[in-house]
């Protein structure tokens, strides 16, 4: 079965920065999307960023420039580096995982990301 655990949320001052990380089990690491959601109160879930298994990413427009996503074959983990972090980042992000030609996502748990100002 597919399982994904991430890790790295937390409490962090506008302007500083985090890193997000989700390791997958039992998924090969080839023909996959992996990548993070995010939902703040009241607001519509958002895609924040993908990479594929073919190094091909994605990113929301109000984090360009701002978020980098990479993914470690060998590790079967993909990381999102969040820097110049703002109050508007703000929100539960979840990582998932979802096959090439599948419409079905895997979640992971969610982690927790609050930028003061």
């Known amino acids: 079965q597919v399982r994904l655990v991430e890790s790295g949320g937390g409490l962090v001052q506008a302007g500083g920065s985090l890193r997000l990380s989700c390791a997958a089990s039992g998924v090969s690491f080839s023909g996959i999307v992996m990548g993070w959601y995010r939902q703040a109160p009241g607001k519509q879930r958002e895609l924040v960023a993908s990479v594929s298994s073919g190094g091909i990413t994605t990113y929301a427009d109000s984090v360009k420039g701002r978020f980098t996503i990479s993914g470690d074959n060998a590790k079967s983990t993909v990381y999102l580096q969040m820097n110049s972090l703002k109050p508007e980042d703000t929100a539960d992000y979840y990582c998932?995982?979802?096959?090439?030609?599948?419409?079905?996502?895997?979640w992971g748990q969610g982690t927790q990301v609050t930028v003061s100002s």
């Open positions: 998932y995982c979802r096959l090439f030609g599948s419409t079905t996502n895997y």
